[in-house]
């Protein structure tokens, strides 16, 4: 059956959403594939679902194909296993609860690593059952703090999650590169360039990790590559630690005055007019900044800590929040507020400084405010500062790492740039921007320990499952596909996950044209190519096509004045050519055009 302009259920709109910022977001709206329902929350309408499904089966081929087996979960979910792994509290406030009417804990799930546990612990006992690899395609909900970009980044969305089951590391390896594999296998056939990158493990735990990546100026993730192709996300970026200095030559620390300084540009013009080095001038790189952040840990409590890193740099609190070494967990990192400072007399704004000798430390658990002080590690051991003397309008001069102050440890903190050099020697790092549409997880034992999933080895001993966690963004890399497949005039799907084949287009007065427009659809339909017909007939040409430009179909019949001279026009929405066919080849040459389009693809009709 066609699918009918005059029938389906779709406005097309003129006016783009008010909080749309990507084109993606405001073509779906206006196109009639989605409509906001509430912030980051979406319904999706009859064109919208075609295309969604037709990514879906793509994504479920692939898994099945990998030997996984498709299941399907609530989305609703009680509280205790999340209680049990303690991701209740880490999740912090990303994830939805709420109560049942007996006032018991539920969530509204944002990934289901417990329940695909507890499902496999109930039902398995032996490694002879194992491996296992199992999966669903299904709705998770994030309480997201930035919904953004329509389905992009949705509070409600679907993921595709899959999990593997292992009795050794081995296996786990086994089924982690299975996986890799499928996932390339998946983003090539949907056309979607990736990169894959390191990445850290954030609430999930776990040890090996990596982030499928679609390179987009839309994307929220930064990330690195190198000449010698090192990528990583910006957040999973390691500083290589320098040797440690020879500060033997380096003279007693002496605190200055250095009024009115209170920002690193005024302090290191006062200390090249006031107190001039011999060798060359200071530069913010001589400078110790001591930056205070504040800590939202999951179960709400408010930490105050110090960043010290070279002045030239600043604090990037996402990668702070990352690094794992500002507490575990979902934690927010903010930069403190005036309300903190007071809170913390010890702290004197703009002349912060770990403390002018080893033995009467500021900052640090030792020291005299107890407030954590970590050090980015591109300080290193030996080397010499001007910093804050914790007095106002007075700085530090020569106050040397492991001499004169020492840390609580360090942090990534500080922003990547291009130019650093990557960790594994592999040269200069440049910066992009991507979309995170996947990300595959070596999970381990965490989770197997947490809820005792544990099976009998070959020797009849209990041994405890390692395991493998997988997702990929269902409605997010539709978004992405609409983001990177359209112009200023609407959508340009790729022939393989249009929601029609072919927009036939009548146009024009008379019984005649619809009857030939119908007959067209009708053969085609019958050789198996979906047809969505716009055959309204009240509705002028202009507005017909420029209906069929905004919805995307990539292949375009128009069947109008040309009749008379039995033609028909064929337009490729991609490039913007056109050409007559005599009506008779209609149907062959539109088929014809079409399976070139899927096969360049790489991909099939199948007249679904
Ligand atoms: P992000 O860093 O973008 O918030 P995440 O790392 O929290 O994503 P995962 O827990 O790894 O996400 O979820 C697996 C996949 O689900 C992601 O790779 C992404 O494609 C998709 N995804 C995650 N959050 C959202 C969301 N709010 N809206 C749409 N898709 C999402
Ligand atoms: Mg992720």
Known sequence: MPLRMSSLFVRTLKEDPVDAEVASHKLLHRAGYIRRAAPGIY?????????????????????????????????LLPAEPYQATGRWVDYGDDMFRLQDRRKNDYILAPTHEEVFTLLVKDLYSSYKDLPLSIYQIQT???????????????????????????????????????????????????????????????????????????????????????????????????????????????????????????????????????????????TAADTLKNVVVAITHPDGEREIVV??????????????????????????????????????????????????????????????TGIKYLLDPRVAQGSRWITGSNEHGRHVFDLVHGRDFTAD????????????????????????????????????????????????????????????????????????????NHDERGLIWPQHL??????????????????????????????????????????????KFGDAELLGVPTVLVVGRGLADGTVELRDRRTGESRDLPVAEAVAETTRFVDEQYAALGAQRTGR
């Open 43 to 75: 319904t999706w309408l009859p064109l919208g679902l075609t295309v969604l499904r037709r990514v879906e089966e793509i994504v479920r081929e692939e898994m099945n194909a990998a030997g996984s087996q498709e299941v399907h979960f609530p989305a």
């Open 140 to 282: 998770k909900y994030r309480d997201e703090a930035r919904p953004r970009a329509g389905v992009l980044r949705g509070r409600e969305f679907i993921m595709k999650d899959a999990y593997s089951f292992d009795i050794d590391d081995e296996g786990l390896s086994a089924s982690y590169e299975t996986m890799r594999r499928a996932y390339i296998r998946i983003f090539d056939r949907l056309g979607l360039e990736y990169i894959t990158v390191k990445a850290t493990a954030g609430a999930m735990g776990g040890s090996e990790t990596e982030e499928f990546l679609h390179p987009s100026e839309v994307g929220e993730d930064t990330f690195v590559r190198s000449p010698g192709g090192y990528t990583a996300n910006v957040e999973a970026v390691t500083t290589p630690t320098p040797e440690p200095l020879d500060f033997a030559d380096v003279p007693a620390a002496h605190v200055e005055d250095t009024p009115d300084t209170p920002t690193i540009a005024t302090l290191v013009a006062a200390a090249n007019e006031q107190h001039p080095r011999a060798d060359r001038e200071w």
């Open 307 to 368: 960043i010290g890193l070279p002045g030239d740099r600043e604090v990037d609190l996402d990668r702070a929040a990352g690094s794992g070494a500002l507490g575990a967990g979902e934690i927010e990192v903010e930069p403190a507020t005036e309300a903190d400072l007071v809170a913390h007399p010890g702290l004197v704004r703009g002349y912060i400084g770990p403390g002018n000798s080893i033995d009467a430390p500021v900052l640090g658990l030792e020291g005299s």
């Open 409 to 484: 440890g360090t942090v990534e903190a500080a922003e990547v740039r291009t130019g650093d050099p990557a960790p594994d020697g592999s040269g200069p790092l440049e910066l992009a921007r991507g979309v995170e549409i996947g990300q595959i997880f070596q999970l381990g034992r965490r989770y197997a320990e947490a809820l005792g999933l544990t099976v009998l080895d070959e020797n009849g001993k209990r041994a405890v499952v390692t395991m493998g966690s997988y997702g990929i963004g269902v409605t997010r890399v539709m978004a992405c596909i609409a983001e990177g």
């Open 498 to 543: 249009a929601p029609a084949d072919v927009h036939v287009v009548a146009t024009g007065k008379g019984d005649e044209i619809l009857a030939k427009a119908e007959e067209i659809t009708a053969e085609l339909e019958a050789a198996g190519v979906r047809v969505l017909i716009d055959d309204r007939p009240k509705t002028s040409p202009g507005v």
